[in-house]
Nanobody, 123 residues
Framework: QVQLVESGGGLVQAGGSLRLSCAAS????????MGWFRQAPGKEREFVAT????????FYLDSVKGRFTISRDDAKNTVYLQMNSLKLEDTAVYYC????????????????WGQGTQVTVSS
């Protein structure tokens, strides 16, 4: 079993930055692709970014390309999402997830999930 715990969310003004972290425990996630998803009120959970085991490949939702960066530190069993130039529409609960497959953008392809961290972007 893998337990995932997100942190780093909060309230930020439009144009600002936040760095989310996802700490894994229970077993190493170095052989998992890791992903970030988000869910805004009244909307379905959507894919944001994923990083392959080894960290040499990444894939992003088009609307966050150039603004968000996913990275991983397998020595710390942690994945990050650096979010810059935040927009109002980025407001959502952000979830970290682990998958044995890459590139996967569907929630059903991820085996483990965290509880989420709230990101609120204000004008």
């Amino acid at each position: 079993q893998v337990q995932l715990v997100e942190s780093g969310g909060g309230l930020v003004q439009a144009g600002g930055s936040l760095r989310l972290s996802c700490a894994a425990s229970g077993r190493t996630v170095s052989n998992y692709a890791m992903g970030w998803f988000r869910q805004a009120p009244g909307k379905e959970r959507e894919f944001v970014a994923t990083i392959k085991w080894g960290g040499d490949r990444t894939f992003y939702l088009d609307s966050v390309k150039g603004r968000f960066t996913i990275s991983r530190d397998d020595a710390k069993n942690t994945v990050y999402l650096q979010m810059n130039s935040l927009k109002l529409e980025d407001t959502a609960v952000y979830y970290c997830a682990a998958s044995l497959q890459y590139i996967r953008t569907r929630t059903s392809d991820y085996e483990y999930w965290g509880q989420g961290t709230q990101v609120t972007v204000s004008s």
